[in-house]
């Protein structure tokens, strides 16, 4: 019995509770280490190798959308430069068009004028041609009551009325330059 008095009275000599104790302790821990801490190892490598998975899937895909966000300003730039050289080219084009319906215009105008000179050209020749007749035998039936003879003789009649409408063309053109001034 000394010796339990003994260990109950030194506190520094271990009991058999704390033997037991640390006995069970160092069997815990050693299942721990054989059984439980290679599952929690295999799972934090596991883990940490998904997470760097995932990091580098991330980077990877934070680089395309950063070259498709380049490729798509590229576009975008190219697309813009492109409309503008479409509107450019359409301007110019519309332009040439307007020009040339201009020129067209011009030059039916000039036509439909020239045409419709040619056309009272030759309806006032027409015309003057039947003043001349009309007025050549108003003018001989005339000379012909005023002088008292008759003016049937065909040749003195022409003479006649060529003598008359000189003299109407002569005044004819003096009242035009005159309203010309």
């Given at each position: ?30 299942v721990l ?43 975008l ?5 492109e ?10 084009e519309?332009a ?9 215009a011009?030059?039916?105008s ?15 020749q ?14 001989t ?9 008759s ?8 003479r ?14 003096a009242?035009?330059?005159?309203a010309?001034?």
């Open positions: 019995m000394a010796r339990t008095s003994l260990a109950q009275e030194n506190f520094l000599l271990p009991n058999l509770t704390f033997i037991a104790e640390l006995f069970a302790f160092v069997v815990i821990l050693w280490a054989r059984y439980v801490l290679p599952h929690i190892n295999r799972a934090m490598t596991e883990r940490q190798e998904a997470i760097r998975t995932q990091f580098a899937e991330l980077e990877e895909a934070k680089a395309n959308a950063q070259e498709a966000e380049n490729e798509y300003r590229s576009q730039a190219d697309a813009r430069h409309a503008a050289a479409i509107r450019e080219r359409a301007r110019e519309g040439t068009i307007v020009a040339e319906m201009r020129e067209q011009r030059a039916e000039d036509r439909i004028i020239r045409q419709a000179h040619a056309q009272v050209e030759a309806e006032r027409q015309v003057v041609q039947e003043l001349r007749t009309e007025v050549g035998t108003m003018a039936t005339l000379a012909g009551r005023i002088v008292g003879e003016l049937d003789d065909d040749e003195r009649r022409q006649t009325v060529e003598r008359f409408m000189s003299s109407l063309e002569s005044q004819d053109g009242s035009r330059s005159e010309r001034r």
